[in-house]
T-cell receptor, first 112, second 114 residues
Framework: QQQVKQSPQSLIVQKGGISIINCAYE??????FPWYQQFPGKGPALLIAIRPDVSEKKEGRFTISFNKSAKQFSLHIMDSQPGDSATYFC???????????FGPGTRLSVLP | DAGITQSPRHKVTETGTPVTLRCHQT?????MYWYRQDPGHGLRLIHYSYGVKDTDKGEVSDGYSVSRSKTEDFLLTLESATSSQTSVYFCAIRRQGESAQGYTFGSGTRLTVV
């Protein structure tokens, strides 16, 4: 039972473009929404996270947009670079991070 | 990777043999997790631990057992390996605190069951 849906499965973007990855959840008890970045041969690494009391969080070129009523959140990567090429996972947890549920991942390729 | 070591990094084993994967942390975190990663499925929780000798099942626990006799070590055992358990296994710790909440993952163990 997939509690967090993620799309697209794969994404190809030109250098300098905007990459957008979308996630949707069902459990209204979720209260913490992180994004993880994974490079080949490595474990996922926490990239940016948001709580439902704000609608947007920005860290450098990475922005999370959050829509509580629609139960959706998205990752925007501005000015995408080839070094951003990786697999991105959205996740959600309740109880202030008790256990996380992950989306299936999006493989991003940024062309030079 | 931030105080988490997984061993071995790669292993090939035969169907029906027992296999134990080890996760070692140096930061005294209470919560530790084992996930498996498969194409199209993302990360799925196998088992987790919330303290020494305190463990619980995750989403895909069948065929796996865990043990945690010390805070720093969390072992994952495949009692009798099957081809469906060919996967990449990740251990994670859970960090607390406003600025660091979330998981820190190890580098993974690639297991092939032939």
């Amino acid at each position: 039972q997939q509690q967090v849906k993620q799309s697209p499965q794969s994404l190809i973007v030109q250098k300098g473009g905007i990459s957008i990855i979308n996630c949707a959840y069902e459990n209204t008890a979720f209260d913490y929404f992180p994004w993880y970045q994974q490079f080949p041969g490595k474990g996922p690494a926490l990239l940016i996270a948001i709580r439902p009391d704000v609608s947007e969080k920005k860290e450098g070129r990475f922005t999370i947009s959050f829509n509580k009523s629609a139960k959706q959140f998205s990752l925007h990567i501005m000015d995408s670079q080839p070094g951003d090429s990786a697999t991105y996972f959205c996740a959600a947890s309740d109880n202030y991070g008790q256990n996380f549920v992950f989306g299936p991942g999006t493989r991003l390729s940024v062309l030079p | 990777d931030a105080g988490i070591t997984q061993s071995p990094r790669h292993k090939v084993t035969e169907t029906g043999t027992p296999v134990t994967l080890r996760c070692h942390q140096t930061e005294n975190h209470r919560y530790m997790y084992w996930y498996r990663q498969d194409p199209g499925h993302g990360l799925r929780l196998i088992h987790y631990s919330y303290g020494v000798k305190d463990t619980d099942k995750g989403e895909v626990s069948d065929g796996y057992s865990v043990s945690r006799s010390k805070t720093e070590d969390f072992l994952l055992t495949l009692e009798s390996a099957t081809s469906s358990q060919t996967s990449v296994y990740f251990c994670a710790i859970r960090r607390q605190g406003e600025s660091a909440q979330g998981y820190t993952f190890g580098s993974g163990t690639r297991l092939t069951v032939v």
